[in-house]
């Protein structure tokens, strides 16, 4: 099961269409059938919430946030201020500041943090792949930082989570990633889940869930670099295991 504390979707690795089974290294099949699936598919929530991340920030163009470093030491002293939505809109105000010779102009917040919870009765892998939908060149997809972990318990805008799931040594990491370019290539593996997620018999979906987050941004995007597009879509997959 993937959720967002409110929706979710149910994955299998049992083909209803024939009675077999899906083989190692295959894709998970989404059980559209399930009478608890939801009212649709899970959207990723702002890190630490439940609040979906959709609707918190523009869904074509979005712009960040400027940063000023007065004397050159990397330290970003004055920013706009915003209203914590993480981009730039008619709310935000920008403190008047000089340019000097060391003044520097970058994007001080250019990265979005993203979470969705887990819950499994089975082992599986955890894909990425991240698919160019429009403009842009496929080598900036290099400059996109990607970062990953699990969350084994916590609470998010009072759901409490993970009481009732397995630990650390459940969760593996098959290979390196670190940027979008990484995942151009196909479903990529993120994470190896050796045993089922669900430890006991519990009456609440999210205390037997772990919470998969994941951060990915520019790394101190400066005027010097330029402008220009680059549209893509990140997904997310089971494979049996």
């Given amino acids: 099961m993937v959720h967002d504390g409110f929706t979710f979707d149910v ?3 049992y083909r209803f269409s024939d ?3 899906v083989q190692p290294g295959e894709r998970m099949i989404p059980w559209t059938g399930n009478p608890f699936q939801g009212v649709g598919g899970v959207n990723p929530v702002v890190t630490g919430t439940r609040t979906e991340a959709f609707t918190l920030a523009p869904l074509v163009d979005e712009s960040a946030v400027i940063g000023v470093d007065l004397d050159g030491d990397g330290v970003m002293e004055l920013q706009a201020s ?3 939505s993480g981009f730039i809109d ?5 403190s008047s ?3 000097g010779t060391m003044t520097q102009i970058r994007s001080s917040e250019t990265s979005s943090q993203r979470s969705f919870y887990l819950s499994s009765r089975t082992d599986f892998f955890l894909t990425g792949q991240v698919i160019q939908t429009g403009q842009g060149d496929a080598s900036d997809f290099q400059t ?3 970062e990953y972990d699990v969350t084994l318990a916590g609470n998010d805008d009072g759901m409490s989570f993970g009481a009732d799931a397995r630990g650390a040594d459940a969760f593996q990491r098959p290979g390196l990633v670190t940027s979008l370019a990484d995942l151009l290539n196909g479903p990529t593996d993120l994470l190896e889940v050796t045993e089922d997620i669900r430890q006991r018999e519990s009456i609440s979906l999210p205390e037997q869930s772990v919470r998969f987050d994941y951060i990915y941004g520019f790394d101190a995007y400066d005027l010097s670099m330029g402008a220009g597009p680059l549209q893509y879509r990140l997904e997310f997959d089971f494979y049996n295991r």
């Fill in 82 to 84: 915003t209203n914590a």
């Fill in 97 to 99: 500041f000089s340019v």
């Fill in 144 to 146: 996109i930082n990607f």
């Fill in 11 to 13: 994955y299998d690795n």
């Fill in 19 to 21: 009675g077999s089974t």
């Fill in 90 to 94: 008619a709310t935000s105000v920008m």
